[in-house]
């Protein structure tokens, strides 16, 4: 059994296609193409995204340790004691 890279299925799937080579018409057909697929996107508002991002956010701000911050007890990088010069 060979095993395949994610990127070797991917290029078995897409041919590799030099634009430059194209015509006009085959450049005009692809982006056309492509623009029928952006059309059944479904879209959201950006303010309705925000709003949700900001909701999902604060949801979680008590757990959060970049905000609250992590208990010295708790904390891996704490010293776990000094150097003493005599």
Do not use: H, T, W
């Amino acid at each position: 059994m060979m095993d395949y890279s994610i990127a070797q299925v991917e290029a078995a799937k897409m041919p590799v296609i030099n634009v430059e080579d194209l015509s006009d018409k085959d450049k005009a057909k692809m982006e056309v193409d492509q623009l029928k697929i952006e059309v059944k996107l479904e879209r959201a508002l950006v303010s309705k995204c925000c709003e949700e991002v900001r909701d999902y956010i604060q949801s979680g701000v008590e757990e959060d340790p970049l905000v609250k911050g992590i208990p010295e007890e708790k904390n891996p990088f704490k010293e776990k004691g000094g150097c003493v010069i005599s």
